[in-house]
């Protein structure tokens, strides 16, 4: 995924959190990982894994492809 696309999908992780109204730390520590590393993912300067993607949907109750 180049970082474009990892924009993309974070934003859409964020637009969809925000949307199901989960703070970013609750939200960080729901899917296992840190607000920072969130913040990372949202801002598109890291990288999602498909298992982290995984959990992040089935937290949002949406599928996968959504973000994708």
Same mark, same amino acid.
């Given at each position: 995924?180049? /970082?474009? %696309? &990892?924009?993309?999908? !974070?934003? @859409?992780?964020?637009r969809?959190?925000?949307? @199901?109204?989960? @703070? /970013?730390? $609750?939200? %960080?520590?729901?899917? !296992? $990982? &840190?607000?920072?590393?969130?913040?990372?993912?949202?801002? !598109?300067?890291? /990288?999602?894994?498909? $298992?982290q993607?995984? @959990?992040? %949907?089935?937290?949002?109750?949406?599928?996968?492809?959504v973000?994708?």
């Amino acid at each position: 995924m180049n /970082q474009e %696309a &990892s924009l993309e999908v !974070g934003m @859409k992780i964020k637009r969809w959190r925000s949307f @199901k109204d989960y @703070k /970013q730390e $609750v939200f %960080a520590r729901e899917i !296992g $990982v &840190s607000r920072i590393m969130l913040s990372r993912y949202e801002n !598109g300067r890291s /990288q999602v894994s498909i $298992v982290q993607l995984q @959990k992040i %949907a089935m937290l949002l109750d949406i599928e996968i492809s959504v973000l994708l």
